[in-house]
């Protein structure tokens, strides 16, 4: 089976646009969370969504948008990009509604900006 | 506020054990992780313990839980050039995919 799988692998952006990364599911998974690794850290949690409902959202301006699917899948946006938002974003996903379902990552997708 | 400290570098060597220690702050906590991540990859899940267990093995991999010290810890049994990499305990309450991570244990092995 497929596992969490994003794109694009890589990007890169200047000061002020816009950004779309994309991410899908593992099959049958109905929970996506979005993540931020800046480096040399551990990830940070951004956005969950929850059968297209935003179920969580951390610390992040907003500048950081996201939307979940029909099929599961989901796009996070970032607007006015900032050199600081330079990171690996992670998406993740799991069962959620199943009392024993961990949380599996994606490859990410590495934004630069310049 | 919540947080999870780890140690920020380890070395052994082939073959010995590895323990990788982590504490974390927040009580109501449910499930404890770790995850594995190499150079340029994502994270992948190794193991995780529910917050009412002491211990869990799985192959090489033996995680214990101090529930009342709020300490985790990750031994690696006959550690191989292939662990070398970054590990992160990770804590989160039930049903809800909000991760606190550590910073990360760079763990490296030498022959």
């Known amino acids: 089976d497929a596992g969490v799988t994003q794109s694009p692998t890589h990007l890169i952006k200047t000061r002020g646009q816009h950004v779309t990364l994309r991410c899908s599911p593992i099959?049958?998974?109905?929970?996506v969370s979005w993540y931020q690794q800046v480096l040399g850290q551990g990830p940070q949690f951004i956005f969950q969504?929850?059968?297209?409902?935003?179920?969580g959202r951390g610390n992040f301006p907003d500048r950081f948008s996201a939307r979940q699917f029909p099929n599961y899948s989901s796009e996070l946006n970032v607007n006015a990009l900032l050199l600081g938002d330079s990171a690996l974003y992670l998406c993740?996903?799991?069962?959620?509604?199943?009392?024993?379902?961990?949380?599996?990552f994606g490859n990410g997708t590495r934004l630069t900006v310049t | 506020g919540e947080d999870v400290e780890q140690s920020l570098f380890l070395s052994v060597r082939e073959g010995d054990s590895s323990v990788i220690n982590c504490t974390y702050t927040?009580?109501?906590?449910?499930?404890l992780y770790w995850y594995k991540q190499e150079p340029g990859a994502g994270l992948q899940l190794l193991t995780y313990?529910?917050?009412?267990?002491d211990m869990k093995q799985d192959q090489r991999l033996t995680v214990l839980l101090n529930k009342k010290d709020k300490h985790l810890s990750l031994r690696i049994a006959d550690t191989q050039t292939g662990d070398s990499a970054i590990y992160f305990c990770?804590?989160?309450?039930?049903?809800?995919?909000?991760?606190?991570f550590g910073t990360g244990t760079r763990l490296q092995v030498f022959p």
């Open positions: 993740a996903s799991s069962l959620e509604e199943v009392s024993d379902s961990p949380l599996h």
């Open positions: 099959s049958g998974h109905k929970s």
């Open positions: 969504y929850y059968e297209k409902e935003e179920r």
């Open positions: 927040d009580s109501s906590s449910t499930y």
């Open positions: 313990i529910f917050s009412n267990m």
């Open positions: 990770a804590e989160g309450p039930y049903n809800t995919d909000k991760l606190i």
